[in-house]
């Protein structure tokens, strides 16, 4: 099984400010690597797919980065509805997520 | 509106058995494989099972194999999640999922639309 860890765990920022998310693989993904937001009683939403592909309807603010067992989820502006929780999937060998990261308001 | 809407979900004995329903609109779902994924309160998501568009793919975790029967209803849009000999560690908030293809025969996809998911407590 593909392990994925993501860092930090908790990261606080100050709405406009830049957020950098990071997520490891135990073992190379390639590029198959998805990212999702996740608000309380929400349904988690697709951000990323493809490590960098913008899903439809995802601002621009948003970007994806990396490839093999690193990538990073930078959101370069945060807006006061980008608070919310951020997990990493890989999907090159079945499917693994990541614990998490909850990004508050600093 | 597209959407899926989970069903079922309620608090049970351990050794007891539950079934899972997922409703989806707005899309036909006979074009996706679907899923089941699941989230221990305060930790990350589990992938808990998958079928492919005609369910002649299906796969499972390791942590349900055996114990879990997933199965789907294109007629209905209705996916379901038969679940049976439950255990205290398979509480969780269960999600069904779309996948962006209609199977994972060679590989793998990601999942572009979610649920808000139901609830299942295993306690005595």
């Known amino acids: 099984e593909i392990v994925m860890t993501q860092s930090p765990a908790i990261l606080s920022v100050s709405p406009g400010e830049r957020a950098t998310l990071s997520c490891r693989a135990s073992?190379?993904?390639?590029?198959?690597l998805a990212w999702y937001q996740q608000k309380p009683g929400q349904a988690p939403r697709l951000l990323i797919y493809g490590a960098s592909t913008r899903a439809t309807g995802i601002p621009a603010r948003f970007s994806g980065s990396g490839s093999g067992t690193e990538f990073t989820l930078t959101i370069s502006s945060l807006q006061s509805e980008d608070f919310a929780v951020y997990f990493c999937q890989q999907y090159n060998n079945w499917w693994t997520f990541g614990q998490g990261t909850k990004v508050e308001v600093k | 509106e597209v959407q899926l809407v989970e069903s079922g979900g309620d608090l049970v004995q351990p050794g007891r058995s539950l079934r899972l329903s997922c409703a989806a609109s707005g899309f036909t779902l006979e074009d996706h494989a679907m899923h089941w994924v699941r989230q221990v309160p305060g930790k990350g998501l589990e992938w808990v099972s998958g079928i492919s568009w005609r369910s002649d793919s299906i796969a499972y975790a390791d942590s349900v194999r055996g114990r879990f029967t997933i199965s789907r209803d294109n007629a209905k849009n209705a996916l379901y999640l038969e679940m049976n000999s439950l255990r205290a560690d398979d509480t969780a908030l269960y999600f069904c999922?779309?996948?962006?293809?209609?199977?994972?025969?060679?590989?793998?996809?990601?999942?572009?639309?979610w649920g808000r998911g139901t609830r299942v407590t295993v306690s005595s």
């Open positions: 073992q190379s993904v390639s590029g198959n």
């Open positions: 999922a779309r996948d962006k293809n209609g199977g994972f025969w060679s590989r793998y996809w990601w999942f572009d639309l």
